[in-house]
Every structure is written in structure tokens, then in C-alpha cells.
């Protein structure tokens, strides 16, 4: 079982940045993949970047060059940094940890983006 964490939610104006910040019951060198998804109202929730343990990271493309995902294995951390936030990216933002076979999400946290 593994527990997740996130912070660093909020309503920030277009423009601006918010880190979120997903805090992991277990080391992140056992999970095999880290990754942050969002769902806003009305819309499915939608993968926004992820990184494995061996380093590959990917990004949607709404988000590319906007966000930065990364990882602190001493403090089984990972963050998403968002940068030039938009209105199109208010959601809830879910941290998920997959050790192969299971998915363990986090119970999420509110990004608002006031244009």
C-alpha cells in the first residue's frame, strides 16, 4: 500500500506559477513510474507528465515547455513545476504511483487560473 500527498494548490492569476508537490509513503526507487494527471469539470481526467525510475520523462502537449516534472528520491518527493499557467489549466491535479500491476492516487488538489 502506497499513501500520496499532494500540495501546493491554489488560485493564481494567468501568467503566474504554482508548484505542486506529491509527497510518498514509500522510496520512489520502487515505484516504477510517477506521474501527475488533472480532470477538470465536465472533462475525463487526462495524463499532464510523468517520470520513470529510470529517468524518461514525458509531457502532454498542452503542457510542453510549460511544466516541469522532477523528483527528489532523498525526500520521496515529486514535484510539478507550472509555469506561464493558463485558464485552460484550472483542475484537480491527482498525483499517481504505479508499481506494476497497481495504480495508487493521491486524493488530489485545486488549481485555479483566473484570466
Known amino acids: ?5 499532494e500540495s501546493g494548490g491554489g488560485l493564481v492569476q494567468a501568467g503566474g506559477s504554482l508548484r505542486l508537490s ?3 509513503s ?3 526507487f520502487s515505484i516504477n513510474t510517477m506521474a501527475w494527471h488533472r ?3 465536465g472533462k475525463p481526467r487526462e495524463l499532464v507528465a ?3 525510475s529510470g529517468g524518461i520523462t514525458t509531457y502532454a502537449d498542452s503542457v510542453k515547455g510549460r ?6 528520491n532523498a525526500k520521496n518527493t515529486v514535484y510539478l ?4 499557467l493558463k485558464p485552460e489549466d ?14 495508487y492516487w493521491g486524493q488530489g488538489t485545486q488549481v485555479t487560473v483566473s484570466s
Do not use: E, G, H
Not at 500500500?1 to 500527498?5: I, K, N, P, T
Not at 513545476?81 to 506561464?84: I, K, P, V
Not at 484550472?90 to 495504480?103: F, G, R, S, W
Open 1 to 5: 500500500q502506497v499513501q500520496l500527498v
Open 22 to 24: 506529491c509527497a510518498a
Open 26 to 28: 514509500t522510496r520512489l
Open 39 to 41: 480532470q477538470a469539470p
Open 50 to 52: 510523468r517520470t520513470t
Open 67 to 72: 511544466f516541469t516534472i522532477s523528483r527528489d
Open 81 to 84: 513545476q507550472m509555469n506561464s
Open 90 to 103: 484550472t483542475a484537480v491535479y491527482y498525483c499517481a504511483a504505479l508499481i506494476v500491476p497497481k495504480n
